[in-house]
């Protein structure tokens, strides 16, 4: 038998460490995998979505002519209803609901009940303008938006939908509905240097407006007062700066924000549109 090289017991003796110190290491590393915990995906938060509400009894009334050309204007600032998107499916609506022009933008379906005057059609509305109360008439004989009615005096192409026009007035169900917009939210804007006043348009979802703040490139955001009807103030000076605009919805509370609306060459007399819009 040849005889063992004296290194040779020396060679198995570290070549038997390492195989220990190896196993050693993949016990401690699988130990240590089981203990980290995975990453938890957070799912993204859905967007608030406007639902329906159940179906309430009021009455309503039409003004104008089928041209609807005397809604034009109206409480909250919409100017032409219709180059501005609301049509002719629009509605003044009682102090009751109009709620301060709170109400602006809302989109309500009405239907014509309990009348031989109904038709059985549904027209689905935008709250464009107030019916104010007429003190000098009884609530249920001509004063029929005096509080606490709740009632709607419809543009005549829209009271048509529901009835004949000829009932002059009919008992109504109707219910808030989403109010379906096309494109981004609308910015009109009036005022001078130093005060910057706003016409928000094209809302949808809920369609209203609670709160409202903008933001200059070299401002803050600055919380802007509530005029009338769909309009919002700030007094600032903010000529020459893009402008972004933080709103917050009157029924939902859904908040979102319209980044770089306007450019810094804004002017007034324009109307600058956002690429966002609520549902």
Known sequence: MAPVHPLWGLCVFVASIMIILSTLDSVTAATYTSRVPRTTRVPRTAPVVYTPSPWTLAHATFYGDESAASTMGGACGYGNIVTNGYGTDTAALSSTIFTDGYACGQCYQIKCVQSPWCSKGVATITATNLCPPNWSKDSN???????????????????????????????????????????????????????????????????????????????????????????????????????????????????????????????????????????
Do not use: E
Not at 179 to 186: D, E, P, T, V
Not at 187 to 216: E, H
Not at 229 to 250: D, E, H, N, R, V
């Open 141 to 279: 004989a001509g004063g029929w938006c005096n509080p606490p009615r709740t009632h709607f005096d419809m543009a005549k192409p829209a009271f048509m939908k529901i009835a004949q026009w000829k009932a002059g007035i009919v008992p109504v169900q109707y219910r808030r509905v989403p109010c379906s917009r096309a494109g981004g939210i609308r910015f009109s804007f009036q005022g001078n240097g130093y005060w910057l006043l706003t016409y928000v348009m094209n809302v949808g979802g809920a369609g209203d407006i609670g709160q409202m703040w903008v933001k200059g490139t070299k401002t803050a955001w600055i919380s802007m007062s509530h005029n009338w009807g769909a309009s919002y103030q700030a007094f600032a000076t903010l000529k020459g700066q893009a402008l972004s605009f933080k709103i917050t919805s009157y029924t939902t509370k859904q908040t979102i924000v319209c980044n770089n609306v306007a450019p810094a060459n804004w002017n007034l007399g324009l109307t600058y549109q956002a690429s966002v819009n609520f549902h």
